[in-house]
């Protein structure tokens, strides 16, 4: 029963680099979420998708990019790396049909040098 | 653009004392969630409140949703150090862009 997987669990990025951050869950759930947490900011909404093959914006998605591939997988990617990415990234999916539980991943721990 | 404001950021306590944490949006929810990071953990989803007034009960815990649907509260009696961690809200005005307010950290002391 795995629920959110996140791949990696950490990660340093020299400024400039790329690099996706992987999400899978198996709880056939229809909205898939990225999030980035810094110390007294809460979790703040990069993107999302509410179904297969759709994508939106949330509260900060500049410099970041995403790819929901299947209704299992939502991926995060990040073209040129910059230390204000420096942050802890949670996937979340739930299916808002009722209780509108989110279930998260372990998150990423990224570090941008 | 819908904001959640929660206070307060942080609070120590001794342990047995109680605990409040306030959530208030900008905007009226459909509904809130409340949920639990462990330090070094991630978000674990505690409660969902729907109705105007909703009071919901788990153990010593104690969550309302105002009559207004623009706040909420979760109260912990007798606090005890298996309660450390951040507590966050969470909601939405009825789509699926799911907003979380900051987060109060609890600090418990033995």
């Not at chain 1, 020299?14 to 709880?27: F, P, R």
């Not at chain 1, 209704?71 to 049909?97: G, H, I, M, N, W």
């Not at chain 2, 900008?26 to 105007?52: A, E």
């Not at chain 2, 909420?72 to 005005?93: K, R, W």
Request: with cysteine; aromatic share 12%.
């Amino acid at each position: 029963n795995a629920g959110v997987t996140q791949t990696p669990k950490f990660q340093v990025l020299k400024t400039g680099q790329s690099m996706t951050l992987q999400c899978a869950q198996d709880m056939n759930h229809n909205s898939m979420y990225w999030y980035r947490q810094d110390p007294g900011m809460g979790l703040r909404l990069i993107y999302y998708s509410a179904s297969e093959g759709t994508t939106d914006k949330g509260e900060v998605p500049n410099g970041y990019n995403v790819s929901r591939l299947n209704k299992r997988e939502f991926s995060l990617r990040l073209e040129s790396a910059a230390p204000s990415q420096t942050s802890v990234y949670f996937c979340a999916s739930s299916d808002l049909r009722g209780v509108a539980e989110a279930f998260f991943g372990q998150g990423t721990r990224l570090t941008v040098v | 653009g819908q904001q959640v404001m929660q206070i307060p950021q942080y609070q120590h306590v001794q342990e047995g004392e109680d605990f409040t944490t306030y959530c208030n949006s900008s905007t009226t929810l459909s509904n809130i969630q409340w949920y639990k990071q462990r330090p070094g953990g991630h978000p674990v989803f505690l409660i969902q409140l729907v109705k105007s007034g909703e009071v919901k009960k788990q153990k010593r815990l104690t969550f309302q949703f105002g009559e207004a649907k623009k706040n909420s509260s979760l109260h912990i009696t007798a606090t005890q150090t298996t309660d450390v961690g951040t507590y966050f809200c969470s909601g939405n005005t009825g789509g699926f862009k799911t907003i979380f307010g900051a987060g109060t950290r609890l600090f418990v002391k033995a």
